[in-house]
């Protein structure tokens, strides 16, 4: 009898651990129209299956990009994207959250192209207060130009989570109590651009665009947005604590998730800001747990 309390007590402790933490839900995909526009270069914007699907197109002329036609403070944001295929050395396509003002926030996912054969690098990084320089730099386990892949953002008032097809890649934590600045009160606009940037997305600007590969195109579909839409001057969410990604399971990651995103760290980093000792020779505090970085 004993015994299987004890038994029982293991379970209903797990079950309530597992209860803290959950995965995101399930994005639902729209349309462009319904939550993006375009920003600038609108002709090399191509729209395909009644605006489901769009590519942005890069010639030597512009690039081009579209934004979120709302402001949101904290939510849930997912893209899915196909790359560049074959000489992409050069560009960058990005998919980024930022604030308005001097003094931004910025959420970056910023893929920067190769030569052909070699493999994209997937950057991320994390501004607050107009201060970034926390770059993160991946290789994905997957070809991004074959087929298309899921990116996304949850951002609520304890973390920023980076994920590729639902997989934790990077987790920035809320670490107010060791001084460093957290995003919480700046509404950013969602943005995504493809564009030039050979003077140094490519092995330090070394690899240059081949402009006989162009056009360049990425392509584009989901269009998820679940956020708390508000003014750009808004300094709070008015429905905060009531969303689901608002609440307490999604404070931190699950055991399963942080265990894949240990994954990503060990077999696929090649560049991690809190480990560059010549950079940083004091270690910056949120890098001081391990755990969060």
């Known amino acids: 009898?004993?015994?299987?309390?004890?038994?029982?007590?293991?379970?209903?402790?797990?079950?309530?651990?597992?209860?803290?933490?959950?995965?995101?839900?399930?994005?639902?995909?729209?349309?462009?129209?319904?939550n993006y526009v375009p920003t600038w270069a609108f002709d090399h914007i191509k729209y395909f299956n009644g605006g489901s699907e769009i590519q942005l197109h890069l010639d030597k002329y512009t690039g081009t990009g579209f934004q979120s036609k709302g402001s949101y403070l904290f939510g849930h944001f997912s893209m899915y994207i196909k790359m560049v295929a074959g000489d992409s050395a050069g560009t960058v396509t990005a998919f980024y959250l930022s604030s308005q003002n001097a003094e931004h926030d910025e959420i970056d996912f910023e893929f920067l192209g190769n030569r052909t054969g070699q493999p994209y690098i997937l950057q991320t990084n994390v501004f607050t207060g107009g201060k970034g320089d926390r770059e993160q730099r991946i290789y994905l386990w997957f070809d991004p130009t074959k087929a298309y892949h899921r990116y996304s953002v949850l951002w609520n008032m304890y973390q920023i989570v980076f994920l590729v097809d639902n997989i934790p890649i990077r987790v920035f934590k809320n670490n107010k109590n060791l001084g460093v600045k957290f995003p919480f009160e700046q509404p950013m606009k969602v943005y995504n651009s493809l564009w030039n940037a050979d003077d140094w997305a490519t092995r330090g600007g070394l690899e240059k665009t081949d402009w006989s590969k162009a056009p360049f195109v990425a392509s584009y579909k989901g269009f998820h947005v679940d956020g708390c839409e508000t003014s750009v001057n808004a300094r709070f969410c008015a429905t905060q604590g009531k969303r689901w990604w608002d609440q307490?399971?999604?404070?931190d990651l699950d055991a399963f998730q942080w265990r894949r995103l240990r994954w990503v760290r060990n077999k696929y980093t090649i560049y991690n800001y809190c480990t560059d000792r010549t950079r940083y020779p004091q270690l910056p505090p949120e890098c001081r747990r391990n755990r969060d970085i």
């Open 248 to 251: 307490a399971e999604f404070r």
């Open 1 to 34: 009898m004993g015994s299987s309390l004890w038994t029982l007590g293991l379970i209903l402790a797990s079950l309530a651990s597992a209860a803290l933490c959950a995965a995101p839900r399930r994005p639902v995909d729209v349309p462009f129209g319904r």
